[in-house]
């Protein structure tokens, strides 16, 4: 399966796009579609990084988190990300 079959067999629409240098990315449910949209001014490595990041977010269910627990749920994605840096995928 390559990646586009991927993203459209979990209804993920991926832009990458000019956005201000303080912001990696960031992704959201439209209650049709989950949107994944990524700075481009962003290095080809952290644009990797924030993808998977936000990818964990959608695969973690993280749009349905009380407000109490989007601080755990950052703090959870992090930890996830960093773990895949040192042992798997993630590599500069």
């Known amino acids: 399966m390559s990646f586009e079959d ?3 067999w979990y209804n993920i629409n991926l832009k990458i796009t000019n ?3 303080y912001v990696n990315g960031f992704a959201y449910y439209n ?4 949107l994944v ?4 001014r962003c290095s080809s490595y952290q644009q990797q990084e924030t993808l998977v990041h936000e990818m964990i977010h959608i695969f973690e269910n993280h749009f349905s988190c009380p ?3 989007e601080k755990r749920c950052e703090q959870e994605t ?7 840096k040192e042992n798997y995928i993630l590599n500069q």
Do not use: C, Q, T, W
């Open 67 to 69: 407000a109490e627990y």
């Open 31 to 34: 209650g049709n579609e989950y």
């Open 6 to 8: 991927f993203l459209r």
């Open 78 to 84: 992090h930890m996830m990300v960093k773990d895949l």
């Open 19 to 21: 956005m201000p240098s």
């Open 37 to 40: 949209i990524i700075n481009s």
